[in-house]
């Protein structure tokens, strides 16, 4: 079993940053990958950014150059970077965990750009 908790999440103006922070109920080394994944209201849900065990990463064409998915090992957490931020970043930020083939979800952290 995983659990995973977003933190971080709140309202932001427009070219602003936010960090997400994503605690793991275990070494995040166990994991083939771990990523974030977001979703606005009336869309579906998208990959945001993923980085592997071995730690190759791959980000949306959308936030390219903007946000950034760095780890602590040693606490367990995955971050997500947010730079640069846009209205259109407005989302709910989901955490995912790929765990012996299986994905973990946390609950989720909102995240509102204001313009």
């Known amino acids: 079993q995983v659990q995973l908790v977003e933190s971080g999440g709140g309202l932001v103006q427009a070219g602003g940053s936010l960090r997400l922070s994503c605690a793991a109920s275990r070494s995040i080394f166990s994991f083939n990958a771990m990523a974030w994944y977001r979703q606005a209201p009336g869309k579906q849900r998208e990959l945001v950014a993923r980085?592997?065990?071995?730690?190759?990463?791959n980000y949306a064409d959308s936030v390219k150059g903007r946000f950034t998915i760095p780890r602590d090992n040693a606490k367990n957490t995955v971050y997500l970077q947010m730079n640069s931020l846009k209205p259109e970043d407005t989302a709910v930020y989901y955490c995912?965990?790929?765990?012996?083939?299986?994905?973990?979800w946390g609950k989720g952290t909102l995240v509102t750009v204001s313009s």
């Open positions: 980085i592997t065990s071995g730690g190759s990463t």
């Open positions: 995912n965990a790929d765990f012996l083939g299986i994905s973990y």
